[in-house]
């Protein structure tokens, strides 16, 4: 039974561009949630997705957007990226509001 | 909202226990959580209590809950080098979002 997937692994992207993370959930789980984890910090929520709909949405601007498909996957979408996205990305599923189990994450460098 | 506290570092001998500490600030949270990050990883979950219980063991690990103080640890018995990693304490409501607020981890180091 394969865990969270996430791609890619590592990203490198220049600021003003856009970036887009995929998530694939643990089998079974139907709902996926977003965090940016920066350098010595705690994961902070960004939104969860359920039902291919945006449910609950942390302190982040409009400038990080997602979306789900029907078979569960996510996506994750930052435009005009700023140096301070620099961070870890991870994504956790859950089956409805369980607990979460959460992926390698997405390391993303803006230069 | 939730405000989670952990200390940054602890350095322990292998073989000695380990006791990773936790305060929180609101008394309705439900689910208590530990999570291990090693190093360019993401978090495992290792271990969980309901706010209803005063102490959870699984294997080398111990939950303790003081709700009273407001206070989580996680202790390791007989600390290994495979344990140093970052520990997170994280905590939720049973209602509401759902969200698990984090503190800022605690970094456990292992000497040989």
């Known amino acids: 039974d394969a865990g969270v997937t996430q791609s890619p692994t590592h990203l490198i992207k220049t600021r003003g561009q856009q970036v887009t993370l995929r998530c694939s959930p643990k089998s079974g789980h139907d709902t996926v949630s977003w965090y940016q984890q920066a350098l010595g910090q705690g994961p902070q929520f960004i939104f969860q997705?359920?039902?291919?709909?945006?449910?609950q949405r942390g302190n982040f601007p409009d400038r990080f957007s997602g979306h789900q498909f029907p078979n569960y996957s996510s996506e994750l979408n930052v435009n005009a990226l700023l140096l301070g996205d620099s961070a870890l990305y991870l994504c956790?599923?859950?089956?409805?509001?369980?607990?979460?189990?959460f992926g390698p994450g997405t390391r993303l460098t803006v230069t | 909202g939730e405000d989670v506290e952990q200390s940054l570092f602890l350095s322990v001998r292998e073989g000695d226990s380990s006791v990773i500490n936790c305060t929180y600030t609101?008394?309705?949270?439900?689910?208590l959580y530990w999570y291990k990050q090693e190093p360019g990883a993401g978090l495992q979950l290792l271990t969980y209590i309901f706010s209803n219980m005063d102490m959870k063991q699984d294997q080398r690990l111990t939950v303790l809950l003081n709700k009273k103080d407001k206070h989580l640890s996680l202790r390791i018995a007989d600390t290994q080098t495979g344990d140093s990693a970052i520990y997170f304490c994280?905590?939720?409501?049973?209602?509401?979002?759902?969200?698990?607020?984090f503190g800022r981890g605690t970094s456990l180091i292992v000497h040989p």
């Open positions: 609101d008394s309705s949270s439900t689910y």
């Open positions: 997705y359920y039902e291919e709909e945006e449910r």
């Open positions: 956790a599923s859950s089956f409805v509001q369980g607990e979460q189990y």
């Open positions: 994280a905590l939720r409501e049973s209602g509401g979002s759902y969200i698990p607020t």
